[in-house]
């Protein structure tokens, strides 16, 4: 196994434009999280899966914003009519969980959006 | 909601000194603990966790961290830092029912040769 990846690692597109990430978590992990991050900021909360169930999305996240995990294992956020405030690294991680506790994130090298 | 508290944004420290990153966390319930560290060019990984038991954890590379449930703190420490040892690193809490880490906002470590 080669850990969590994300594709691409990097997007630059047009304001206004949609664009999707994917995630491959790591086989055994039944959590999978994605996660935005920007410059001086630790990792803002989007939303997250257990196995395929879509379990919490943020409250701050608009409904621009979708993920999808079938079968339970990658993913995809995908960003319907970026906005330049999009601008961020999206971070996917997962992890193995249960029983009230969760054993640690491993977190893929994410995926840098650039909205123009 | 929980919240994540990183009081030292950067800390300049030479090779040899000793490091503590402060790290408190808002929430009442049980929680779990984690440190993160993010090397230069490199992805965010795991550290050290507490679940339960020793407040005292030890995590890789000579990291531990004390977990003070009154304080609600949870404080990494080295005794003697190496130049490798610059990074950020990133203090996170998880409530054992919401499933979610809630994270800090980073403290830039810079060690000098």
């Known amino acids: 196994d080669t850990g969590v990846s994300q594709d691409p690692r990097h997007k630059i597109t047009k304001r206004g434009q949609n664009v999707t990430f994917r995630c491959d978590p790591i086989?055994?992990?039944?959590?999978l999280y994605w996660y935005r991050q920007t410059l001086g900021q630790g990792p803002e909360f989007l939303t997250y899966?257990?196995?395929?169930?879509?379990?919490?999305k943020s409250r701050l996240l608009s409904d621009r914003f979708s993920a999808e995990r079938p079968k339970g294992s990658f993913s995809t956020l995908e960003i319907q009519r970026t906005e330049q405030g999009d601008s961020a690294m999206y971070l996917c991680a997962s992890s193995l969980a249960g029983a009230g506790m969760d054993y640690g994130y491993t977190f893929g090298s994410g995926t840098r959006l650039t909205v123009v | 909601a929980q919240s994540v508290s990183q009081h030292n944004h950067h800390v300049i420290l030479s090779e040899a000194a000793s490091l503590e990153l402060g790290c408190n966390y808002s929430y009442g319930g049980t929680v779990n603990l984690f440190w993160y560290v993010q090397y230069p060019g490199q992805h965010l990984q795991l550290l050290l966790k507490?679940?339960?038991?020793?407040?005292l954890v030890k995590g890789i590379k000579g990291f531990e961290a004390e977990f003070i449930k009154s304080k609600f703190s949870f404080n990494l420490r080295k005794p003697s830092v190496q130049w490798s040892d610059t990074a950020e690193y990133f203090c996170?809490?998880?409530?054992?029912?919401?499933?979610?880490?809630?994270f800090g906002d980073g403290t830039t470590l810079t060690v000098k040769p």
């Open positions: 086989s055994e992990h039944n959590r």
């Open positions: 996170a809490v998880a409530n054992t029912n919401a499933g979610k880490s809630t």
């Open positions: 899966f257990q196995n395929e169930a879509q379990l919490e």
């Open positions: 507490y679940f339960s038991g020793d407040p």
